[in-house]
């Protein structure tokens, strides 16, 4: 009885301390849930893009499985055309989708279209539709977090360069794998030596055949000053979350246990 009343008649304005807690979890439901809701809108739209795909030449689906093979690859590879895109682009895990745009079947030579191919079939083989998936999950439940959003834009890059090197160890020719590049990049953005289809920095063409023309490049780790400071910020106010909570969290103790009781729990 003498605890309970304890317990009872504890003072709850001292726990005023961790009272942001609340507040703390709704802002990462409300930013979650939004990164999340942004996931599921893009997995929808990929998945309206392929109901409305056409199927290829028999010939080229051969071609691609053929060299599917050589690459180690043991899934059967669907593949598909449609105009509602402008990048190739890999769907699918168990079953891949390879979605080619009907411009990459208009007039694109053969070396380069299999350039094309094969850089899409690294993809398949290294099975990074999954990644993709999986740090889309991580940026959504880590939003807030800038080192997170910076760590998958490296990823990204590094994976794109995989990509690459492992496209041209089959094809045997750099120059002919950077042309494909340069050559792509003119017909989706014009003139100008914009990103293949990758969808990153503008840069990023330029990194790419940097390191396929000099073996051995090691581009240098760009960390923007917004996302360090950001980084610092965020590092702080952790700090001063958890602060807050240990001593509110000590303040509660104090009001339920004794002196004696608190020594015997320690």
């Known amino acids: 009885a003498g ?17 942001w807690v609340p507040w703390v979890c709704a802002f990462w439901g409300f930013g979650a849930s939004l990164m999340l809701v942004r996931l599921a809108c893009q997995w929808i739209g990929l998945q309206s893009v392929r109901s409305r795909c056409l199927p290829v030449d028999p010939n080229l689906t051969g071609f691609v499985n053929d060299w599917a093979a050589r690459l180690g690859i043991r899934q059967q590879i669907r593949v598909l055309q449609s105009n509602a895109i402008i990048t190739p682009s890999v769907y699918g895990i168990f079953m891949p989708v390879l979605l080619l745009p009907a411009a990459c079947l208009a007039g ?9 191919l094969l850089h899409e079939l690294a993809h398949i083989r290294r099975f990074d539709f999954l990644v993709n998936m999986l740090q889309g999950l991580v940026e959504a439940l880590f939003f807030f977090n800038p080192a997170v959003w910076w760590i998958n834009h490296q990823i990204r890059r590094e994976r794109e360069a995989c990509c690459d090197l492992l496209a041209v160890e089959h094809l045997g020719e750099r120059i002919t794998y950077a042309r494909a590049l340069t050559n792509w990049a003119e017909r989706v953005h014009g003139a100008s030596l914009a990103p293949a289809w990758t969808g990153n920095s503008p840069g990023s063409l ?4 940097k390191r396929l023309l000099s073996p051995g490049m090691q581009p240098p780790l760009r960390l923007p000053w917004y996302t360090f400071s950001s980084a610092v910020l965020l590092s702080i106010l952790i700090l001063a979350v958890f602060w807050s909570g240990t001593r509110g969290a000590f303040l509660v103790a104090a009001e339920i246990l004794s002196p004696a009781q608190r020594v015997e729990k320690i």
């Open 108 to 116: 694109v030579p053969h070396e380069y279209l299999r350039a094309i």
């Open 3 to 19: 605890t309970q009343k304890v317990v009872a008649n504890t003072v709850l304005p001292n726990s005023a301390a961790i009272i």
């Open 206 to 209: 330029v990194e790419r055949l």
